[in-house]
């Protein structure tokens, strides 16, 4: 039976107790749990979509101003999706 982990206890201890049972999900954990959270995703997007609602663009309909925003962040599949 393997040891749970509580709330309050780090997840990386835990990991490294289990890795040899284990040994692929322990990279996995070690390499996914070191990643920070953060706004910068967010933030880029609220820039972009900063950048194509300007002032001369103010009256563009939603739903347009929706599929450039997204054409634009996802423009390297889009043009993937058509080769």
């Given at each position: 039976m393997?040891?749970?982990l509580e709330w309050d206890q780090d997840?990386?201890?835990w990991w490294k107790?289990?890795?040899n049972n284990f040994p692929t999900l322990a990279?996995?954990?070690r390499k996914y749990l070191c990643v920070?959270?953060?706004s910068t995703p967010s933030e880029r997007l609220f820039s972009d979509a900063g950048n194509t609602l300007?002032?001369?663009r103010a009256k563009l309909n939603s739903i347009l101003f929706e599929r450039i925003v997204f054409l634009k962040k996802n423009l390297v599949d889009?043009?993937?999706?058509?080769e």
């Open positions: 393997l040891d749970e997840p990386f201890t107790s289990q890795k990279k996995i954990a920070s959270a953060t300007t002032a001369k889009v043009e993937k999706f058509f």
